[in-house]
Each structure stands twice: as structure tokens, then as C-alpha cells.
């Protein structure tokens, strides 16, 4: 199942903060978004997943997802929003229950999903004894339980210290690497753009305008931390982006 | 030997005491404090400041109004009053166990003859047969607390008809009031300026007189603190003498109608001062005649009801068994009735 | 190297320790200190009541009250006043707390509701309910109706605004999780808004419940020959401070026993608070 943005854009009132964004995400593939703050990277996510409206344009979903998937589009979110009063099991089944899913089925599904996000040891913690790490692991897994066509990732490691962030990219690689996935990452952060997409989206600032579309052709298995080559197209973004991001720090809020 | 009735026998008590009483030095225009609730039961204090009786005895007289007996006896016993009326209640009884309060005279009795406090039925359990104090047997009595007079009358009535009787405390007379409108208590006891309106709505029936059971029931009581009974002697004496004159003016005038109905057109003014001044004057006038009774001439005391009622307080372990009429009573200042 | 000589020039001072100044403002569990406020307290008014310099009208001898409690234990009475107290009390706050924190949430999720019920609970909320005393006896009888309406109408207003509060501050980001994943709307409130108000509507029902027991005393007002308040009106009115303090101790109890079982329940319930 592929997605389509047509010509959608936003307003909140006369105030403009998107215009005009058509853009395929193809399946089996990472499109990562990146821009300046305030560019209406989060809010696109959004429209993707069709937790918000926008003012103009469409979202298509092309082609029906997979007959196993119980939830096409589902999100990992940037605080990992897990319910503190559930065990990372309960966690994981809650995306199940209302699947009229339970029994053995359900554990099946809960035991290989937290296996691949290596949380077995952890089924039955509760989130205030995880580390954020830990957490966003889990967070990754309900995601998975469901059998998403696409995942929409919304900064889903900015809470996250830089040394976790490594781990959890290695194990996001890793996972696409068994199973490919479809992915719309959203992130501020350049490394990670660089490390995971497929594709990446550059945004302009507010209105949020498509600047330029990057290609990244090596496999997501070969990409490793300090990658020369990776530094490279990470310098090319940094330029492209650069003043954008300078006039969207100068900006007074709601001026 | 000449055989005196009741009647007759308070009179003259009376007039001895207030002979007595009227003597005492002038007190040096002292400031004294005085209870009262705007009852017609208090006109005694009313009138006695109205017409300067209690100035002439070299009293300052403040009067200090409440809304219920119970928070004047607490007032007496922290000294912000020294002198009030009110019944004799469980609580009073205990103030004085607890060296605070003294009771020193008698104001309104019970007397055959003279309209004095009713037994009411709701209109509910009239219908159904309630006509007279005999069938209040399994019934429910309205009184505002436990230990308080309506359930020391109720208590009294239902002893003498041989029945047992429920008591519902209700706190407040509005409260007792509405409850018995509504039916939700069966019956109460009331003064006749309350009971008598209340019976000509219809919602409520008048089935008995409370004298018929206690026929000398020394309804309300003259008390001040153990210290002014003991230590303020002259000062006591002089608002008893001035008191007493007060209730002379009101037995006169309003019983005996010495001064005829122009005289009580001017009692019933000035007790409109104090009392229902909510209402215009023409529509009070017919509750205050209704409510009137008999002072006692001189505040004598009946001691025997006093005695029969602490003793009954006694009997309900409402009070400490071991208090004794002493201390509750001192007996010192007016003529005592032991009848 | 520029670093090597900021360290060498202010050398040859005299050297001693810094100052600690980070003591105090934070609180530790004391437990025995407030036990023995109490004895403290309780041991100096028994020997001012019994020295004399506090007079038997002031306050009554701890030890007459102790005295006092325990022939009301002997004799059965205590019982025989409980009972009814504890029935209003768990019938009145039951039906008031589930119909306040029904309201509650329903004013939590629907704005018509929100609209509608806010602005008469907030009426609502400051009327003395001791003054609607009559009233209730008139609608719901002087027996145990008018009381039961009284604690419970008590409890209703501080439940309902503790949890339309609570329900408002469950996290939105979880309850955009639940709709990500496609629970239904019954499911996300079963699983997302009860639980996660679940700390709020408790703490009110804390205060909730305190104001039942308040209210008990004064449901008791009308019509009650038994209970806890009844006995400590009766004994107000009859001046009987041993019998009046020996009441409001049973009432200091009940409010302990009652917010213990809440902190159970906290613990038990919310376990996963951090």
C-alpha cells in the first residue's frame, strides 16, 4: 500500500503554515521529513494518519493494505505516550483488544513482537521502572503488534539521550533489515534523516513548502555511525537548510 | 384558719416579696446585661426597662437578644450576660453541676384556668384517630434536643397516659413547626400564641392542655451565674425587684385587665417593640394577647416542679444523678412554692 | 597554555573548606513526632483539668472522656449509635460519589454536558447543604431519606468538580494513542480517561468523604434518636463535654479509619505513579 499526499496544504485562520505538498511515499521504503521548527512537520503526520484535517489537498491511501493488518497507519509517538498503569504486555495488547484479538493469538503476536524488540525480559514492568529507551522500545513494538502498512514516526527518538538514540537506530536498522517496513519519519535531526531514510523530504519554513527531495541509495544495512559517506549528504541538507532554519529561529511566536 | 387557693396564695407571696425586694440600697447605676428571647414570656424584662423600673433600681439594663435558650445559657455561663429566663433544660442542669449558672426565681407557671401550653397533633395522625393524648401511644414527638422541656412534657404526658412514645430531636421550633405540618412528626407541645394559629390553619389540632398533667409546671425560670448569685447579692436583688415590678405590670394589665382594654392596647404596644416587629402592630397584637400566662408575682419559684423535673432528668440519665436541688437552685433570693 | 596558568596565579591564599549551605526544605517522615504532639497535648489538659486551673466548664478531664467511652463501649450504646451513622454514611457518600463522578465524566467528555452543568454545579457547590435540611425533609421523608439525601447531595458537588478536573488532565497525547490505534470511543474511555483521572477523582473523594463525616453530624440534626451526631448534639445541648468530646473522637477516628482506606486504595489502584 503506497500513500499519496495531493496538494495538501493548511491554514489556521489567514495564517498559513503549509502550502502546496505533493509527495508519494512508496512502499517498503523510509521517507524521512525534515525542516525547521514550526514548518508543520508533526501536523503532516497528522494528515497522514488522519488524526487532523487539512484545508486543501487530499491524503490517498493506493492499493489496500494487507490482509493481516489490523491497523494500517499507526504511529510511534515522540514521548512514547504508553500508559503508565499497564505492564509493557498490557501495553502491547491494548492495540489488540479492540481487534477482538485475545487468547493465545494475542500472546503469540505480544511474545514475538517484544522478542523482536528484545523486551522479553520485560513483559511484565511497568513504564516507571523503564528507561526512555526502553520505553520508545515498547512503544515500537505496540506498533508493530498491529501489523502497520505504514508507521508514522514522530520524532520518536528526540527524548531521547544521544547515546540511545544510537542503540535504537541500530535496532530500527535491524528490524526494517528482517522485516522491511513502510515509514514516514519525522525528525529535526539530520543524522538520524541521513542514517534511516530512504528518501528524504526536505521542508521549507513556514508556509511549509517541499525545498528538495534526497535520494540516499546505500542500503540501510550498510549505514553505520560516522559514515563518511553519510556526512556527506548530511552537509548537503545542513547547506540547503541552513538559512531556513536561521529565519525560523528569528522568528517572533505568533507575531 | 382562712384557706387560701393557688391563686391566692402567689398573690400574696407576691406582694410580700415585692415588698421585700423593693427595699434594697439603690444599686450605683450599674451596667448590667439581660437575656431575652422575643418571646411574649420575656415581657417582664421588657416592660420592667421600658418603664424604668430597672433605672429606678440603679440598673443599666442592656437587653441581649437570641434566637434559642440554649445559647443564653451558654452566654450566662461565659459571663457576656447576667441575667436571663429560660426553661429548665438538661443543659442548664449541667451548667449549674458545672458551678456556672444558679437558678434564683421563677417566671411562667402552668395554672389551671389560664390558657397555657397546648398538645398539638398533625393533621395526618388526627385523621387517623389521634384525638386525644390517650392514643399517643406508639406516636412520634417532636422536641428540638434531647433533654430539652418539650421532652420533659412529652415524657410527663406519656407517663400519665401509661403509653410509649417516640422523640424526634428537630434542633429548631421552624423545624419542629414543618415536620408537624407536614406530618412527619405526630405530635408536639407548644405555648398558645404558637399553637393557637397553628391549630386555626387546619393543618395542625390543638387534643390536650398541658396542665392537665402538670398542673403547677414551672415553665421558665429567672437564673444568673454562680458568681453574681453569690458574690453580687445587692446587684441581684435589685434586678429581681425590678423584674418582679415588670411582672406585676404584665399579670395586672394582661390577666386580670386591671387597667381595662385601653391598658392592654398599651401593653400589647410596648411589648410590640420587642416582639413579632416583623408584623404591623394590628396583626401582632391578636398573638401576643393569645400568648399570655402567668408570670409568677415576686419570680417566686415553684420548687416542687423544679425538683420533679430535675428529678426526671435524673431518671432519663440526661443528667448527673448526683446533682442535687442546691446546686442547681439557690432558694435564697424569692419566696418558694413547694406545692 | 592559557589553561594551565589560570590555575597557578591566585595560588599561596589561604585554603579551607566551602561553606554548606544546602540544609533544610526537605521534609522527612517523623512518624513517632506527631504521636507525641497528641500525648503531649492530651497529658497537659488532664493535669490542668486535674490541678484545677482549667475549669470542668472549659474542657472535660481526658481521662473522665476515656472514662465516658469506655461505658459507652460497655453498655452496647456504642453500637447502637454506630450503626445507623456508618449506614447513613456508606449509603449517603456511595450515592452521592458514583453520581459525581458519573457527572463528572460525563461533563469531561461532552462539551453540551460540560456547557450545561458546570455553570449549576458551580451554583450549586456553595450552598450550606445544612440549610437545605428542611427542605430535604419535606421531599424525602424524616427518616433515613432526608439523611442519606443530605450526605449524599454533600459529596456530590466536590466529587463532580474533582473529576471533570481529573478527567481533564489525562494526558491528550495518550488519548491520541488510543484513536491511532482504532479503539472505539467506549474503549478509550474504559482505558484511557477513567484510569488516567483515576489520582484526581481519589484525592477528591478524600475531601469528598471528610465532608460526608461533617455532614453526618448535622443529617442527624433532624429527626435521628441514634448516631454519632445525635449523641454529640444531645450531649452539646445537655452541656455534657465528656459525652461531647468522647463523639467528636469517634468522628476523629472514622475521618483517620476512612482517609487510611483511601491511602490503601491509592496504593493498591496507583501503584504505577511515579
Same mark, same amino acid.
Given at each position: 500500500?503506497?500513500?499519496?499526499?495531493?496538494?495538501?496544504?493548511?491554514?489556521?485562520?489567514?495564517?498559513?503554515?503549509?502550502?502546496?505538498?505533493?509527495?508519494?511515499?512508496?512502499?517498503?521504503?523510509?521517507?524521512?521529513?525534515?525542516?525547521?521548527?514550526?514548518?508543520?512537520?508533526?501536523?503532516?503526520?497528522?494528515?497522514?494518519?488522519?488524526?487532523?484535517?487539512?484545508?486543501?489537498?487530499?491524503?490517498?491511501?493506493?492499493?489496500?493494505?494487507?490482509?493481516?493488518?489490523?491497523?494500517?497507519?499507526?504511529?510511534?509517538?515522540?514521548?512514547?505516550?504508553? $500508559?503508565?498503569?499497564?505492564?509493557?504486555?498490557?501495553?502491547?495488547?491494548?492495540?489488540?483488544?479492540? @481487534?477482538?484479538?485475545?487468547?493465545?493469538?494475542?500472546?503469540? !503476536?505480544?511474545?514475538?513482537?517484544?522478542?523482536?524488540?528484545?523486551?522479553?525480559?520485560?513483559?511484565?514492568?511497568?513504564?516507571?521502572?523503564?528507561?526512555?529507551?526502553?520505553?520508545?522500545?515498547?512503544?515500537?513494538?505496540?506498533?508493530?503488534?498491529?501489523?502497520?502498512? &505504514?508507521?508514522?514516526? %514522530?520524532?520518536?527518538?528526540?527524548?531521547?539521550?544521544?547515546?540511545?538514540?544510537?542503540? $535504537?537506530?541500530? %535496532?530500527?536498522?535491524?528490524?526494517?533489515?528482517?522485516?522491511?517496513?513502510?515509514?514516514?519519519?519525522?525528525?529535526?535531526?539530520?543524522?538520524?534523516?541521513?542514517?534511516?531514510?530512504?528518501?528524504?523530504? &526536505?521542508?521549507?519554513?513556514?508556509?511549509?513548502?517541499?525545498?528538495?527531495?534526497?535520494?540516499?541509495?546505500?542500503?540501510?544495512?550498510?549505514?553505520?555511525?560516522?559514515?563518511?559517506?553519510?556526512?556527506?549528504?548530511?552537509?548537503?541538507?545542513?547547506?540547503?537548510?541552513?538559512?531556513?532554519?536561521?529565519?525560523?529561529?528569528?522568528?517572533?511566536?505568533?507575531? | 384558719?382562712?384557706?387560701?387557693?393557688?391563686?391566692?396564695?402567689? #398573690?400574696?407571696?407576691?406582694?410580700?416579696?415585692?415588698?421585700?425586694?423593693?427595699?434594697?440600697?439603690?444599686a450605683q447605676n450599674r451596667k448590667v446585661t439581660v437575656g431575652a428571647l422575643r418571646f411574649t414570656s420575656h415581657?417582664?424584662?421588657?416592660?420592667?426597662?421600658?418603664?424604668?423600673?430597672?433605672?429606678?433600681?440603679?440598673?443599666? &439594663?442592656?437587653?441581649?437578644?437570641?434566637?434559642?435558650?440554649?445559647?443564653?445559657?451558654?452566654?450566662?455561663?461565659?459571663?457576656?450576660?447576667?441575667?436571663?429566663?429560660?426553661?429548665?433544660?438538661?443543659?442548664?442542669?449541667?451548667?449549674?453541676?458545672?458551678?456556672?449558672?444558679?437558678?434564683?426565681?421563677?417566671?411562667?407557671?402552668?395554672?389551671?384556668?389560664? %390558657?397555657?401550653?397546648?398538645?398539638?397533633?398533625?393533621?395526618?395522625?388526627?385523621?387517623?384517630?389521634?384525638?386525644?393524648?390517650?392514643?399517643?401511644?406508639?406516636?412520634?414527638?417532636?422536641?428540638?434536643?434531647?433533654?430539652?422541656?418539650? @421532652?420533659?412534657?412529652?415524657?410527663?404526658?406519656?407517663?400519665?397516659?401509661?403509653?410509649?412514645?417516640?422523640?424526634?430531636?428537630?434542633?429548631?421550633?421552624?423545624?419542629?413547626?414543618?415536620?408537624?405540618?407536614?406530618?412527619?412528626?405526630?405530635?408536639?407541645?407548644?405555648?398558645?400564641?404558637?399553637? +393557637?394559629?397553628?391549630?386555626?390553619?387546619?393543618?395542625? @389540632?390543638?387534643?390536650?392542655?398541658?396542665?392537665?398533667?402538670?398542673?403547677?409546671?414551672?415553665?421558665?425560670?429567672?437564673?444568673?451565674?454562680?458568681?453574681?448569685a453569690s458574690d453580687e447579692r445587692e446587684t441581684t436583688e435589685s434586678f429581681l425587684a425590678a423584674f418582679s415590678?415588670?411582672?406585676?405590670?404584665?399579670?395586672?394589665?394582661?390577666?386580670?385587665?386591671?387597667?381595662?382594654?385601653?391598658?392592654?392596647?398599651?401593653?400589647?404596644?410596648? !411589648?410590640? +417593640?420587642?416582639?413579632?416587629?416583623?408584623?404591623?402592630?394590628?396583626?401582632?397584637?391578636?398573638?401576643?394577647?393569645?400568648?399570655?400566662?402567668?408570670?409568677?408575682?415576686?419570680?417566686?419559684?415553684?420548687?416542687?416542679?423544679?425538683?420533679?423535673?430535675?428529678?426526671?432528668?435524673?431518671?432519663?440519665?440526661?443528667?448527673?444523678?448526683?446533682?442535687?436541688?442546691?446546686?442547681?437552685?439557690?432558694?435564697?433570693?424569692?419566696?418558694?412554692?413547694?406545692? | 597554555?592559557?589553561?594551565?596558568?589560570?590555575?597557578?596565579?591566585?595560588?599561596?591564599?589561604?585554603?579551607?573548606?566551602? %561553606?554548606?549551605?544546602?540544609?533544610?526544605?526537605?521534609?522527612?517522615?517523623?512518624?513517632?513526632?506527631?504521636?507525641?504532639?497528641?500525648?503531649?497535648?492530651?497529658?497537659?489538659?488532664?493535669?490542668?483539668?486535674?490541678?484545677?486551673?482549667?475549669?470542668?466548664?472549659?474542657?472535660?478531664?481526658?481521662?473522665?472522656?476515656?472514662?465516658?467511652?469506655?461505658?459507652?463501649?460497655?453498655?452496647?450504646?456504642?453500637?447502637?449509635?454506630?450503626?445507623?451513622?456508618?449506614?447513613?454514611?456508606?449509603?449517603?457518600?456511595?450515592?452521592?460519589?458514583?453520581?459525581?463522578?458519573?457527572?463528572?465524566?460525563?461533563?469531561?467528555?461532552?462539551?453540551?454536558?460540560?456547557?450545561?452543568?458546570?455553570? $449549576?454545579?458551580?451554583?450549586?457547590?456553595?450552598?450550606?447543604?445544612?440549610?437545605?435540611?428542611?427542605?430535604?425533609?419535606?421531599?424525602?421523608?424524616?427518616?433515613?431519606?432526608?439523611?442519606? #439525601?443530605?450526605?449524599?447531595?454533600?459529596?456530590?458537588?466536590?466529587?463532580?468538580?474533582?473529576?471533570?478536573?481529573? &478527567?481533564?488532565?489525562?494526558?491528550?497525547?495518550?488519548?491520541?494513542?488510543?484513536?491511532?490505534?482504532?479503539?472505539?470511543?467506549?474503549?478509550?474511555?474504559?482505558? !484511557?480517561?477513567?484510569?488516567?483521572?483515576?489520582?484526581?477523582?481519589?484525592?477528591?473523594?478524600? !475531601?469528598?468523604?471528610?465532608?460526608?463525616?461533617?455532614?453526618?453530624?448535622?443529617?442527624?440534626?433532624?429527626?435521628?434518636?441514634?448516631?454519632?451526631?445525635?449523641?454529640?448534639?444531645?450531649?452539646?445541648? /445537655?452541656?455534657?463535654?465528656?459525652? /461531647?468530646?468522647?463523639?467528636?473522637?469517634?468522628?476523629?477516628?472514622?475521618?483517620?479509619?476512612?482517609?487510611?482506606?483511601?491511602?490503601?486504595?491509592?496504593?493498591?489502584?496507583?501503584?504505577?505513579?511515579?
Open positions: 500500500m503506497d500513500i499519496r499526499l495531493d496538494g495538501v496544504g493548511h491554514a489556521y485562520g489567514d495564517f498559513e503554515v503549509m502550502r502546496d505538498i505533493t509527495l508519494d511515499i512508496p512502499s517498503g521504503r523510509i521517507v524521512c521529513i525534515v525542516g525547521p521548527s514550526g514548518c508543520g512537520k508533526s501536523t503532516l503526520l497528522r494528515f497522514i494518519g488522519g488524526l487532523e484535517r487539512p484545508t486543501s489537498g487530499r491524503i490517498l491511501q493506493i492499493g489496500d493494505p494487507p490482509p493481516d493488518c489490523l491497523n494500517p497507519l499507526t504511529y510511534v509517538f515522540q514521548d512514547f505516550a504508553l $500508559l503508565p498503569w499497564r505492564t509493557v504486555t498490557g501495553n502491547v495488547s491494548l492495540a489488540l483488544e479492540d @481487534h477482538r484479538i485475545g487468547g493465545a493469538e494475542a500472546k503469540a !503476536i505480544i511474545d514475538d513482537v517484544l522478542s523482536r524488540t528484545k523486551l522479553t525480559d520485560f513483559a511484565k514492568a511497568l513504564p516507571k521502572q523503564l528507561s526512555g529507551g526502553m520505553k520508545q522500545r515498547v512503544a515500537i513494538a505496540r506498533a508493530l503488534a498491529v501489523r502497520p502498512a &505504514v508507521m508514522l514516526m %514522530d520524532e520518536p527518538l528526540s527524548a531521547l539521550d544521544s547515546q540511545t538514540r544510537e542503540l $535504537l537506530m541500530d %535496532d530500527l536498522i535491524g528490524l526494517w533489515t528482517r522485516t522491511p517496513f513502510t515509514a514516514v519519519y519525522v525528525t529535526h535531526n539530520l543524522a538520524e534523516a541521513v542514517r534511516l531514510g530512504h528518501l528524504i523530504v &526536505v521542508l521549507s519554513r513556514r508556509p511549509g513548502q517541499i525545498r528538495q527531495i534526497v535520494e540516499i541509495d546505500k542500503p540501510l544495512a550498510e549505514r553505520g555511525y560516522a559514515d563518511p559517506d553519510l556526512e556527506d549528504s548530511q552537509k548537503q541538507l545542513w547547506m540547503l537548510m541552513r538559512e531556513e532554519a536561521r529565519a525560523a529561529d528569528a522568528e517572533l511566536i505568533d507575531a | 384558719m382562712t384557706t387560701f387557693n393557688r391563686r391566692q396564695t402567689l #398573690a400574696l407571696i407576691g406582694a410580700a416579696a415585692a415588698a421585700g425586694l423593693a427595699t434594697p440600697a439603690i415581657s417582664a424584662s421588657f416592660i420592667a426597662l421600658e418603664r424604668g423600673y430597672f433605672a429606678d433600681a440603679g440598673l443599666d &439594663v442592656e437587653l441581649k437578644f437570641f434566637q434559642a435558650a440554649q445559647p443564653m445559657a451558654v452566654a450566662i455561663a461565659s459571663g457576656d450576660v447576667d441575667y436571663a429566663v429560660t426553661a429548665v433544660s438538661g443543659g442548664l442542669i449541667s451548667l449549674a453541676d458545672k458551678g456556672a449558672i444558679k437558678v434564683i426565681g421563677g417566671a411562667l407557671s402552668e395554672e389551671p384556668g389560664i %390558657d397555657g401550653q397546648k398538645i398539638l397533633a398533625s393533621d395526618a395522625a388526627f385523621q387517623a384517630g389521634l384525638t386525644s393524648p390517650a392514643q399517643l401511644g406508639g406516636k412520634t414527638f417532636g422536641m428540638s434536643t434531647a433533654g430539652s422541656s418539650f @421532652h420533659y412534657m412529652g415524657s410527663k404526658v406519656a407517663a400519665a397516659e401509661g403509653v410509649e412514645m417516640s422523640f424526634k430531636p428537630l434542633q429548631k421550633v421552624g423545624a419542629i413547626i414543618g415536620a408537624l405540618k407536614s406530618g412527619q412528626i405526630d405530635a408536639w407541645s407548644i405555648v398558645p400564641h404558637i399553637a +393557637k394559629p397553628l391549630a386555626g390553619s387546619g393543618d395542625v @389540632h390543638i387534643i390536650g392542655d398541658i396542665a392537665d398533667y402538670l398542673p403547677n409546671y414551672q415553665v421558665t425560670t429567672v437564673f444568673t451565674s454562680a458568681a453574681n415590678q415588670g411582672v406585676s405590670d404584665y399579670n395586672a394589665t394582661m390577666i386580670d385587665r386591671a387597667s381595662g382594654d385601653e391598658g392592654v392596647d398599651q401593653m400589647v404596644d410596648l !411589648i410590640h +417593640k420587642y416582639v413579632y416587629t416583623d408584623r404591623p402592630r394590628d396583626n401582632a397584637a391578636p398573638s401576643i394577647i393569645n400568648g399570655t400566662m402567668r408570670l409568677n408575682e415576686g419570680a417566686a419559684l415553684n420548687i416542687a416542679s423544679v425538683r420533679d423535673q430535675l428529678e426526671w432528668f435524673q431518671s432519663e440519665a440526661l443528667v448527673d444523678e448526683a446533682i442535687t436541688l442546691d446546686t442547681l437552685v439557690d432558694a435564697s433570693y424569692v419566696n418558694t412554692i413547694d406545692a | 597554555m592559557p589553561d594551565a596558568t589560570l590555575a597557578a596565579t591566585p595560588a599561596r591564599d589561604k585554603v579551607r573548606a566551602v %561553606d554548606f549551605r544546602g540544609g533544610g526544605f526537605a521534609p522527612k517522615t517523623r512518624r513517632w513526632v506527631g504521636i507525641a504532639v497528641f500525648i503531649v497535648l492530651i497529658g497537659f489538659v488532664e493535669w490542668g483539668t486535674q490541678a484545677g486551673w482549667i475549669s470542668a466548664l472549659t474542657l472535660p478531664k481526658p481521662s473522665d472522656v476515656l472514662a465516658t467511652f469506655g461505658e459507652l463501649y460497655a453498655s452496647g450504646l456504642l453500637f447502637q449509635h454506630l450503626g445507623p451513622s456508618l449506614t447513613r454514611l456508606v449509603v449517603g457518600a456511595t450515592i452521592g460519589a458514583s453520581i459525581g463522578v458519573t457527572t463528572g465524566v460525563l461533563i469531561g467528555l461532552f462539551s453540551y454536558i460540560r456547557a450545561g452543568l458546570v455553570p $449549576l454545579v458551580a451554583a450549586i457547590f456553595p450552598i450550606p447543604k445544612i440549610a437545605l435540611l428542611p427542605l430535604f425533609v419535606i421531599w424525602f421523608g424524616i427518616d433515613e431519606g432526608s439523611k442519606y #439525601a443530605l450526605i449524599a447531595f454533600g459529596t456530590f458537588t466536590p466529587t463532580v468538580v474533582a473529576t471533570y478536573g481529573a &478527567v481533564d488532565n489525562v494526558d491528550r497525547t495518550l488519548i491520541r494513542m488510543g484513536q491511532s490505534f482504532g479503539l472505539s470511543w467506549f474503549s478509550i474511555v474504559r482505558k !484511557i480517561v477513567l484510569p488516567g483521572a483515576m489520582p484526581g477523582i481519589l484525592s477528591g473523594l478524600r !475531601i469528598s468523604l471528610a465532608i460526608a463525616i461533617i455532614l453526618l453530624v448535622a443529617a442527624e440534626m433532624l429527626g435521628a434518636e441514634y448516631g454519632i451526631g445525635a449523641y454529640i448534639l444531645q450531649a452539646g445541648s /445537655l452541656y455534657d463535654l465528656e459525652r /461531647l468530646f468522647a463523639g467528636v473522637v469517634i468522628l476523629s477516628i472514622l475521618g483517620v479509619i476512612v482517609s487510611a482506606a483511601i491511602g490503601a486504595i491509592e496504593r493498591h489502584l496507583l501503584g504505577w505513579r511515579t
